[in-house]
């Protein structure tokens, strides 16, 4: 018996869970989606994560047929399900089964699904001695045409990036506004300290505002680091003390080395360091149990 998924209401192996190819998260990518994680029996950000979802899901103008309470359950009963007490649980809603056109009035149920299972981003060595990254040509998307705050299914422009980062030799890459501004990485965003202050890209930078990087901002400031919003170009990246990547599957990554240039002593420094151990601790004391 393989993994059991949650798929509209049911519980069921994993093998027989299917969807239909006619369903528009399928054929158009209209569909939103989240990744979550659970450490040690407790759901991290499990709130901030199903907000996040129905925020999405709102603004694409797509009905969830349940109550966040309800999606939250279904979370809980999926990891139960499969006595994962570590695992990445990743939440879909698409606009459900249509014609070929676009119309989403065609599609009258969304297709529900929660995956729990297990995800690993990065070798383990990567967190112990930082990531190389790379700029990509492909900008992050036009935050005025597509904003970067509905987790849809459309992910094409972070896998061109992640795809033009292979292929030059790198783990991840560094996606620029089409104005030049650092943005994020293809999954994460990215902070650098600067003279002891942890600085970060704003929303407007067309980022994806994410949940460990909220978590992280609260972190320094608890830990007394001046932290604040800029706009940063490479050169600010290139000439920055430290580096690191935050994300939900990524958690705390550090960078090491951008474009070839080495960042600061060439290892993780203390304030990345200092924030890995902090946010490690509050895995494992906030969260809900299940
Ligand atoms: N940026 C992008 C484009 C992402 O897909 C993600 C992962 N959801 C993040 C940043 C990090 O967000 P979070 O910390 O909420 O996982």
Request: glycine content about 8%; some cysteine.
């Amino acid at each position: 018996m393989g993994l059991k998924v949650y798929l509209n209401g049911k519980l069921v192996d994993s093998s027989q869970a299917q969807v239909s190819i006619y369903d528009h998260g399928l054929l158009y990518g209209d569909g939103v989606f989240e990744g979550i994680r659970s450490y040690d029996g407790l759901i991290f950000q499990l709130a901030e994560h199903v907000d996040r979802l129905y925020e999405s899901a709102h603004t694409i103008m797509l009905k969830i047929p349940l109550s966040q309470k309800e999606m939250a359950r279904a979370v809980v009963d999926t990891l139960r399900a499969n006595r994962l007490k570590n695992a990445y649980i990743r939440l879909v809603v698409t606009r459900g089964v249509g014609d070929l056109g676009l119309d989403p009035r065609k599609c009258d149920k969304p297709t529900v699904f929660i995956i729990t299972d297990k995800i690993v981003l990065y070798p383990e060595r990567i967190y112990k001695e930082g990531l190389a990254i790379v700029t990509v040509p492909t900008p992050r998307n036009l935050p005025e045409a597509l904003n970067p705050q509905i987790k849809s299914l459309n992910y094409l422009n972070n896998i061109l990036a992640k795809i033009e980062a292979i292929n030059a030799g790198a783990e991840e890459a560094l996606m620029l506004s089409a104005h030049g501004y650092v943005a994020e990485c293809t999954g994460e965003n990215l902070f650098i300290v600067r003279h002891g202050t942890l600085l970060t890209p704003p929303a407007h930078a067309g980022i994806l505002k994410g949940i460990t990087r909220g978590c992280v901002i609260q972190l320094a400031v608890k830990a007394k680091i001046p932290a604040r919003e800029e706009m940063l170009t490479r050169h600010d990246l290139y000439n920055a003390q430290e580096c690191f990547l935050t994300g939900t599957a990524a958690e705390i990554a550090p960078v090491v080395q951008i474009d070839g240039r080495r960042i600061g002593a060439g290892s993780p420094g203390p304030v990345t360091l200092k924030l890995m151990g902090d946010f490690k601790k509050l895995t494992k004391t906030a969260g809900v149990k299940y």
